[in-house]
């Protein structure tokens, strides 16, 4: 007796092949295929895909999730778009490991705006401790990628200074635990304090330690050096030779800011590729994208920690050299808007540009900026114009692409990346604009990530692998989500199957939480 049989449906199975017709059995939390007559077969529940696509379940690369889907487990606009696993720990961001309950409180406090400061009910230190929070407790599985900051703080501390020799050996341990109790990697967010503080020969002798045990790089590059266009993605290359880590990098588009045009990173991508490097890159679909409000400030406003940046943004000196030192992170202040605001008198900013509401306050852009951070405890985040809309089709139909949503869950005007990053490409990029066929979508959203990861037992859909499954209807999958009006979800995904259990069954969520957290080996 089968515990779900899946039948009448079209199979994209992940591989990039075409898509072919057949049955999907699933016992326990394993799939069969079955060809030809499948009458005989007995199922506890019986799904009638006809007219759908069935394939596996879509992976995030690039996941913001890690504290708010332990505050919201069912995590509905993720799921709705048919995703069953997420990286987390994204950026050099994540919360583990961290042998101080100070630091990893100061560090969701630095954090807050990218990805939130909910209640916790759970205390950890280590990864597999951390891993265990979200063992059958949310709705999709949980992939994990230690930070470059959190080892950066457990060996260093908050300063801006290169490590003694002891410290990064003391830092190559706590990366090898990491490895060892589950992490898939090493992550660094390049403008993110403190792990932004690391020097390129750091991150190469930290990336040693992390290929010897067969991980791999997940960068945001360092938008800030050199020419801020091709040397940022160059330092994230020279890495990749130096230690001989296989390396990915995030959110890759032609931001507005460019100088040049897309193809030329696309070029060094090629190249490295071309000249054996192991070499990948994800980016979402969006013109748009959002982060904390924190990332405008320069790097010394945060040498020392949360403590001094408070201290930083309450001084008068410092607002003065602010001024002359802070711009818009894009073209202009009024393509930035802010959101997750949490005191009700700030609540009328929710959405608005910082030049509507340095107008609103009468204040100059930084002193707004500053003040509103300091009364919000850091925890504001902002979306903006990023990308050039232009040659965004150019990156996510790249054949080294995956998809990786980057998406927000925060405020009332989160990114749209965090409700419709999937569905946009298959609705539009594929089903209306035809610039990709449906079989390397869905290559680019399972099989493809689950290799860079190293994932063995999830995406595709053969037998014996895991249960994670993805059912949706071609002709009517679509986002909703729009900058002005970001908090719908996506429709078109009917069934998604996580570890053999129904979570989403004909479009609404069951409340089942079968996410299981899953551990490199």
């Known amino acids: 007796m089968l515990d779900l049989l899946i039948k009448g449906g079209m199979i994209v199975d992940g591989s990039g092949n075409p898509g072919y017709y057949g049955t999907i059995g699933v016992s326990k939390d394993s799939i069969t295929i079955f060809r030809g007559d499948v009458a005989s077969l007995e199922s506890r529940r019986i799904i009638d895909a006809t007219g759908k696509i069935i394939s596996p379940g879509f992976i995030d690369v690039h996941a913001h999730s890690a504290l708010m889907i332990l505050d919201d487990p069912m995590h509905m606009p993720k799921v709705h778009q048919g995703i069953t696993t997420e990286l987390i720990g994204i950026d050099g961001n994540s919360y583990a490991p961290f042998k101080s309950q100070k630091d990893l409180d100061d560090f969701i406090d630095l954090n807050s705006g990218l ?32 930070g470059n900051s959190p080892i950066r703080i457990g060996g260093v501390g908050w300063d801006n200074r290169k ?53 791999f790089y997940h960068t945001h ?36 800011t460019y100088p040049g045009g897309g193809n030329r990173i696309l070029e060094m991508i090629e190249n490295a590729r071309d000249k054996g490097m192991d070499v990948t890159f994800d980016c979402f679909p969006y013109p748009v994208g959002g982060t ?33 030192e802070v711009g818009p992170r894009g073209l202009t202040w009024d393509e930035m808007w802010l959101t997750y605001f949490n005191k009700p008198q700030n609540k009328r900013f929710e959405g608005k540009s910082i030049a509507a ?11 707004a900026i500053c003040d509103l951070l300091l009364d919000e405890n850091l925890q504001i985040s902002y979306t903006g114009s990023t990308a050039d809309g232009g040659t965004i089709h150019d990156f996510v139909t790249h054949p080294l692409q995956m998809t990786g949503s980057d998406a927000l869950l925060l405020g009332d005007f989160p990114p749209p990346m965090a409700y419709g990053t999937f569905p946009i490409i298959l609705s539009q990029i594929v089903r209306d604009e035809k610039r990709m066929k449906l079989e390397e979508a869905i290559r ?17 859909l053969h037998d014996g692998m895991k249960a994670d499954i993805t059912i949706f209807d071609a002709e009517t999958i679509k986002a909703h989500s729009t900058r002005h009006n970001p908090k719908q979800l996506s429709t078109g995904v009917e069934y998604v199957i996580v570890n053999g259990q129904i979570v989403i069954d004909q479009g609404h969520h069951t409340g089942i939480l079968p996410g299981r957290a899953l551990r490199y080996r």
């Open 221 to 256: 590059v360092r938008y800030s050096l050199g020419d801020r266009y091709l040397d940022p993605f160059q330092e994230a290359l020279e890495i990749g030779w130096r230690s001989g880590i296989p390396i990915h990098l995030t959110h890759v588009m032609r931001r507005v």
């Open 357 to 367: 509401v340095s107008d609103m306050l009468g204040k100059h852009p930084v002193d």
């Open 292 to 324: 904390r409000l924190l990332i405008i400030f320069p790097q010394w406003t945060q040498d020392g920690g949360p403590d001094k940046l408070r201290k930083v943004l309450a001084s008068e000196e410092s607002r003065k050299l602010l001024r002359k």
């Open 163 to 215: 490590p003694t020799n002891a410290e990064l050996e003391h830092m190559k341990a706590l990366l090898r635990e990491s490895i060892q109790e589950g992490a898939f990697g090493i992550s660094t967010g390049l403008d993110y304090p403190p792990g932004s503080y690391a020097d390129t020969k750091e991150l190469v002798d930290l990336s040693k330690e992390v290929a010897r045990l067969g991980g």
């Open 115 to 146: 990805e939130g400061r909910p209640e916790l009910t759970k205390t950890w230190s280590s990864v597999s401790e951390y891993l265990d929070i979200y063992d059958r407790k949310v709705s999709v599985n949980i992939a994990y990628i230690v």
């Open 444 to 460: 680019k959203m399972t099989a493809f990530p689950a290799q860079r990861l190293g994932i063995r037992d999830r995406g595709l």
